[in-house]
């Protein structure tokens, strides 16, 4: 560790090449991770934006702000961009790229130019979609259903879904590389199981990036050419069967739902070892269960099919594998919890939100268990209740995650430590206003209130006046950290190598890592989280 | 030559041999993400031939198997001449390679002619789904989505036909300035890997496409 | 708000459920949160205590306790699932047409209604179903009811309202601009009065006897005699018998049967007749037209003898291959005939 | 380092094979199966898949991972193919439309 400290700081990858174009054709990962994570805000903000303007205008049941095509439109891009352009490449392509060949001692991905690539491919895919938005928007939802977008829908379906396939190529190209790194390219003697949980995760999301999202390409290419040419694929008009399009999209988009969750339960196994200084607990069990939960996700998207036109004995296969997907998620939520029980906990920031997704994280999931209970999805599906429910697990779980791994890893990114009172104030007011916002949508969909509805029966009032104002002080919550880490970015206090005082082999190196991560490949001799073993390194004790 | 093979070696690679595992291990993920995209179309088609065997039985019989069948051989020689290539670089003979390389273009490029002939003649027969499709006999819409899929799958295929001879024309310029040697022939293996995926694919497409017609 | 058959047990379902994962969540809260008090890291330097940092009987017990709740959940749900799917033989036959963005119903004896419905308490009531442009819903919360509606094919569900009242009807499947106004009432009516708003619509005509004209509308007549001489089957007593086909393989005269006869003739053809005589109605007929003509056949009555009408629940195997887009002809396994169970 | 692992000869033989196999499929199609004419078409493709990814792609001679990167490809497939058929096959099972 000391040699590495001795490094002069003007040599790390941020400063040793300067210019636009050094960054516009770098193929260093941890630049293209932070080009991932600009690009990845933006759309986020993107995305946000519209959602602040449909709840201001579900304050009211007649709707106060736009009219319902506009409404219609606003929860599509929402849900698109959120989907597509934040949540799928936000923790993985950002922290994932940045911390991957860090975590395992490689210099840096098996395919640094691949992966340049799939960020212009991203880029692009966005902006083909952001051109679709300008020219008029999508009114489809952001499930693109049959044969409404296919035949009725009169606005820029084909843009849209365009945008989209071309960015699941971005997908592609990083499962590709991050399996074909943690495979060939570790450090001596850095075995699987002496891995981060961290790795694992990654692992398991990219097995779903490189077997789901062709499915997804192809499908959406289907799509843009019974549009195009009003041939029949799912057509019902001309032979087609628009459930069969319902399977092939879900057959992507429920594992999409596991791309988003895998890499926030690897920030999450990051945080709670080194904030509670122990190991974690049951390390075999939580690594296979992320497997688990790439492998099992693929079996279980006839779930949403329920009442969608699918066969009952189908429906009951789902349902049966839908509560096997449930058990290595729950698996993980005990064994942090037990990481927990008499270690050493830190209320830093990172903490905060772990412990945030922690329970956010297991209210969502357990939902999930309603829902996949055939005779209650019958009641509640298609309703707020999905709603909420997906929001507990991809705002309460991913976004929580996210922020948590944004907070954690931010002195080794920027190399400057980010103002922790007005942090952890931030995760409170996240924390917080995300509950009100959401958990009334629970009770809304309970009582029957449909989704997607520009306008609502006048006794639904109440609860969407509380989710309103929730949103407002969640949207204060997401601003804020915007703010005081751009602040950081210039005059936040040196961080050093490992303020944390963390095991992993990201903290061996000096923060700002140099362009080459390690001066010399370390070599592994312990495993993962040994904060015993490493007492006297980490002057603990 | 491991002087040769060495330089080539990226610098976040160790070892040549690590790269080339780590680049052949890459390569067949792509190919299994090659599998789902076209696997999401034989899924489709799978469930409405199922439904619908007499029309598709009947847009079947449209095709022409005497050329289908020629093709597949032009394929399966082009696959099979694709392999020498990326033997014949193993073992370190360029001239072999170049040689090797362009008969397979050429096998490729009268693949795609044949198959061009065969839209042409489809063409002609009034079988362009939507926009110039023309068929009068029962259950037309759903002839015309046997043609849909046709049109789909093999369209789809020769497009990764025509990338496949770009990628070749990359690897026969490399060949002949001389990159590849004995202990370096990691892209031409693994074109040769597209180039072999590419025409399972096609073995695949004969059997449901061409094969089935000759008894409605 | 739950007035139907099923509610019942939705909300013991539900509440079951609401308390099992409360408690277990409130378990896991209390001991994050007491470990983040009570364990509150005290120095910088503190280094927790080792301790084993796996414990198989412990895990054990966290996977296999989950798997049984988990079983037992799914199994009630799957339970209540068949309840919801599977109507009672006595139902009350209502026909549901959606399209952009409204609700047409309509009942064998009864005007036809927008987006609303009557019907009368205490009885089983069941909703064939189909749209006449993209997905909708048919979802009224109070009876923790909803089902795609889907073009190109019929789907059903029932319910049996339990108290008096009206209810909201949504649509629930996003289906484009005015979707939020794709709402209606479901009105359930004491028995008389709902008798009493029969004889009020009865002067419109019934279902069948608009199918009645159509049948003649459109030529039907001229090949379907009644007494079994024309050119085409006699369509008396078809509905809900057992069809046989060319090719040896039998169908079940049902609804979706009907349907398809009307817009893909020749998909199937009845043994002995001719295959090129019916003629394809599916540029002719909208799917309410396509309604009136089922009742109107239905109307027809049962074959003499048969009583397979008084029991579809306990005949399925009769079911030929069911959905819209089924086509026989196709394999074995989907042509299900009588003894291949 | 690469060697090349399979010999010339191994290559003439399975294009051989390959070639035969295509005249065995195509003559098949001449004979009337029913519905098997479509199952035997498809094993004969599995078969010639089989041949050239094991052989053209030397899939036999890599390592291990690769093999099983290979299988996870096919067994996804599958996995898509049979679930999505679940559906389409049992549907109609219930008595009512629709279910």
């Given at each position: 560790m000391s040699t590495t400290v001795a490094v002069p700081v003007e040599t790390n990858y941020l400063t040793e090449k300067q210019g636009i174009l050094s960054w516009l054709l770098t193929t260093d990962h941890k630049r293209i991770g932070l080009l991932y994570f600009f690009s990845v805000t933006a759309f986020f903000f993107v995305g946000g934006f519209f959602a602040v303007l449909m709840r201001l205008h579900l304050l009211t049941p007649q709707g106060v702000i736009v009219g319902p095509e506009t409404y219609n439109k606003l929860f599509t891009m929402h849900g698109i961009i959120m989907v597509w352009f934040f949540l799928i490449p936000s923790i993985p392509a950002t922290l994932g790229n940045f911390l991957i060949p860090m975590m395992i001692g490689a210099k840096d991905l098996a395919f640094p130019k691949l992966n340049l690539a799939s960020w212009y491919v991203f880029m692009l895919g966005g902006a083909v979609t952001l051109w679709a938005l300008v020219r008029g928007g999508v009114d489809t939802g952001w499930t693109f259903y049959t044969p409404f977008s296919t035949t009725y829908s009169t606005t820029y379906v084909v843009g849209a879904a365009l945008g989209i396939f071309i960015s699941g190529f971005s997908s592609i190209m990083t499962g590709i590389n991050f399996i074909a790194t943690i495979h060939r390219m570790r450090a001596p003697g850095l075995t699987w199981f002496r891995l981060p949980i961290f790795i694992w995760s990654h692992y398991a999301t990219s097995m779903i990036f490189v077997l789901a999202t062709p499915v997804l390409a192809i499908t959406l290419l289907m799509v843009c050419f019974e549009r195009l040419f009003q041939v029949g694929i799912f057509d019902p008009a001309l032979g087609g069967d628009p459930v069969l399009f319902q399977h092939m999209f879900w057959f992507y988009s429920h594992p999409a739902v596991y791309v988003m969750i895998l890499p926030a339960m690897a920030v999450v196994s990051e945080i709670i070892p080194v904030f509670s200084r122990r190991p974690i607990f049951g390390y075999t069990a939580v690594a296979y269960s992320s497997v688990a939960i790439a492998v099992v996700g693929f079996l279980v998207w006839g779930h949403h099919l329920f009442v969608a036109g699918e066969s009952v004995y189908s429906a009951m296969a789902f349902s049966f594998m839908s509560y096997l997907v449930a058990i290595p998620s729950a698996i993980k939520v005990f064994n942090?919890?037990?990481?927990?029980?008499?270690?050493?906990?830190?209320?830093?920031?990172?903490?905060?939100?772990?412990?945030?997704?922690?329970?956010?994280?297991?209210?969502?999931?357990?939902?999930?268990?309603?829902?996949?209970?055939?005779?209650?999805?019958?009641?509640?599906?298609?309703?707020?209740?999905?709603?909420?429910?997906?929001?507990?697990?991809?705002?309460?779980?991913?976004?929580?995650?996210?922020?948590?791994?944004?907070?954690?890893?931010?002195?080794?990114?920027?190399?400057k430590m980010y103002p922790e009172g007005l942090a952890r104030l931030s995760a409170l007011i996240v924390f917080l206003g995300f509950n009100l916002t959401f958990f009334p949508q629970f009770v809304l969909g309970f009582l029957g209130m449909p989704r997607r509805y520009a306008a609502y029966p006048d006794e639904f009032q109440f609860l969407h006046v509380l989710s309103t104002a929730g949103a407002s002080i969640l949207g204060v919550g997401y601003v804020l950290p915007l703010c005081y880490l751009i602040w950081a970015w210039k005059y936040g206090k040196e961080a050093g190598p490992n303020p944390w005082r963390a095991t992993g082999l990201e903290w061996q190196t000096a923060s700002p890592p140099p362009a080459q991560n390690f001066d010399t490949t370390p070599i592994v001799t312990r495993p993962a989280y040994d904060f015993e073993g490493m007492k006297e390194e980490l002057h603990l004790g | 030559?491991?002087?040769?093979?060495?330089?080539?070696?990226?610098?976040?690679?160790?070892?040549?041999?690590?790269?080339?595992?780590?680049?052949?291990?890459?390569?067949?993920?792509?190919?299994?993400?090659?599998?789902?995209?076209?696997?999401?179309?034989?899924?489709?088609?799978?469930?409405?031939?199922?439904?619908?065997?007499?029309?598709?039985?009947?847009?079947?019989?449209?095709?022409?198997?005497?050329?289908?069948?020629?093709?597949?051989?032009?394929?399966?020689?082009?696959?099979?001449?694709?392999?020498?290539?990326?033997?014949?670089?193993?073992?370190?003979?360029?001239?072999?390679?170049?040689?090797?390389?362009?008969?397979?273009?050429?096998?490729?490029?009268?693949?795609?002619?044949?198959?061009?002939?065969?839209?042409?003649?489809?063409?002609l027969e009034h079988r362009m789904p939507g926009v110039w499709f023309d068929y009068a006999g029962p259950a037309a819409s759903k002839v015309q989505m046997f043609f849909v899929f046709y049109y789909f799958m093999t369209g789809l295929h020769a497009l990764h036909m025509i990338v496949g001879v770009g990628v070749l024309l990359v690897i026969l310029g490399r060949a002949m300035a001389g990159s590849f040697s004995a202990g370096y022939s990691t892209p031409v293996a693994m074109a040769g890997l597209y180039w072999s995926f590419v025409d399972i694919i096609w073995v695949f497409l004969f059997a449901i496409f061409y094969l089935q017609g000759l008894h409605v | 708000m739950s007035a139907s058959s099923v509610a019942g047990e939705f909300n013991w379902l539900f509440w079951t459920l609401v308390v099992v994962c409360g408690t277990v969540a409130t378990a896991i809260a209390c001991v994050v949160i007491y470990s983040a008090l009570r364990y509150h890291r005290k120095n910088e330097n503190e280094l927790p205590p080792p301790l084993p940092s796996n414990n198989i009987r412990l895990e054990a017990a966290w996977t296999i306790?989950?798997?049984?709740?988990?079983?037992?959940?799914?199994?009630?749900?799957?339970?209540?699932?068949?309840?919801?799917?599977?109507?009672?033989?006595?139902?009350?036959?209502?026909?549901?047409?959606?399209?952009?963005?409204?609700?047409?119903?309509?009942?064998?004896?009864?005007?036809?209604e927008i987006n609303q419905l009557h019907v009368p308490v205490g009885q089983p009531v069941k909703l064939l179903m189909t749209s006449q442009d993209v997905i909708h819903s048919f979802y009224v919360p109070a009876f923790r009811i909803k089902q795609d509606v889907l073009p190109g094919r019929y789907t059903s569900i029932w319910f049996q309202a339990t108290k008096p009242g009206k209810y909201h009807l949504f649509c629930a499947e996003y289906c484009g601009t005015k979707h939020s106004g794709m709402i209606g009432w479901i009105y359930v009516m004491e028995r008389q009065q709902y008798q009493h708003w029969l004889q009020e619509g009865a002067?419109?005509?019934?279902?069948?006897?608009?199918?009645?004209?159509?049948?003649?509308?459109?030529?039907?007549?001229?090949?379907?005699?009644?007494?079994?001489?024309?050119?085409?089957?006699?369509?008396?007593?078809?509905?809900?018998?057992?069809?046989?086909?060319?090719?040896?393989?039998?169908?079940?005269?049902?609804?979706?049967?009907?349907?398809?006869?009307?817009?893909?003739?020749?998909?199937?053809?009845v043994e002995g007749y001719d295959k090129d005589v019916m003629p394809d109605?599916?540029?002719?007929?909208?799917?309410?037209?396509?309604?009136?003509?089922?009742?109107?056949?239905?109307?027809?009555?049962?074959?003499?003898?048969?009583?397979?009408?008084?029991?579809?629940?306990?005949?399925?195997?009769?079911?030929?291959?069911?959905?819209?887009?089924?086509?026989?002809?196709?394999?074995?396994?989907?042509?299900?005939?009588?003894?291949?169970? | 380092m690469a060697q090349p692992v399979v010999p010339k000869r191994t290559y003439l033989l399975a294009y051989l094979v390959l070639l035969a196999l295509l005249l065995l499929t195509t003559i098949l199609a001449y004979i009337n199966m029913g519905p098997f004419s479509m199952v035997i078409a498809i094993l004969i493709a599995a078969v010639q898949a089989s041949l050239i990814a094991s052989f053209f792609m030397q899939a036999l001679y890599e390592s291990a991972l690769v093999r099983v990167v290979t299988a996870g490809g096919i067994v996804w497939f599958l996995i898509m193919m049979t679930l999505v058929l679940t559906d389409y096959i049992t549907r109609g099972w219930l008595p009512f439309p629709g279910k």
């Open positions: 942090w919890s037990a990481t927990m029980v008499k270690g050493s906990i830190s209320w830093d920031t990172p903490m905060l939100y772990a412990i945030g997704f922690l329970g956010l994280f297991t209210i969502g999931g357990m939902t999930g268990l309603f829902l996949a209970a055939l005779g209650l999805d019958v009641h509640v599906t298609d309703t707020y209740f999905v709603v909420a429910h997906f929001h507990y697990i991809m705002v309460g779980g991913a976004v929580m995650a996210y922020l948590g791994g944004v907070h954690y890893w931010w002195p080794k990114i920027s190399g | 030559m491991a002087d040769h093979a060495a330089a080539l070696v990226r610098e976040h690679f160790s070892t040549a041999e690590q790269q080339r595992e780590t680049e052949t291990l890459g390569m067949w993920i792509f190919l299994a993400t090659e599998v789902m995209f076209f696997g999401g179309l034989f899924v489709a088609f799978t469930v409405y031939r199922m439904y619908y065997p007499q029309a598709f039985g009947t847009g079947s019989a449209g095709m022409n198997i005497v050329l289908g069948s020629i093709n597949t051989a032009v394929l399966i020689t082009s696959s099979f001449t694709m392999a020498m290539a990326v033997h014949s670089a193993e073992v370190g003979n360029p001239r072999l390679l170049t040689l090797l390389l362009i008969v397979t273009m050429l096998l490729g490029c009268i693949f795609l002619g044949i198959k061009f002939t065969e839209y042409y003649q489809h063409f | 306790i989950p798997f049984f709740l988990f079983m037992g959940m799914f199994a009630w749900g799957a339970k209540l699932y068949f309840d919801i799917e599977r109507p009672p033989d006595d139902a009350l036959q209502v026909y549901v047409v959606a399209k952009q963005w409204m609700w047409k119903t309509q009942q064998l004896d009864g005007a036809r002067a419109e005509g019934s279902l069948a006897s608009d199918g009645e004209k159509l049948f003649h509308q459109f030529g039907c007549a001229n090949c379907h005699h009644f007494d079994g001489q024309g050119r085409c089957p006699n369509l008396q007593g078809l509905f809900h018998s057992t069809v046989h086909l060319a090719g040896g393989t039998t169908v079940l005269a049902d609804e979706a049967y009907i349907r398809r006869k009307l817009f893909d003739p020749r998909a199937t053809t109605f599916s540029h002719q007929l909208t799917e309410e037209d396509v309604i009136q003509l089922i009742a109107y056949i239905r109307s027809l009555g049962p074959a003499p003898g048969s009583t397979i009408e008084s029991s579809p629940g306990s005949t399925p195997s009769q079911y030929g291959n069911q959905p819209g887009i089924a086509y026989p002809g196709a394999p074995p396994i989907l042509n299900r005939t009588p003894g291949m169970r | -």
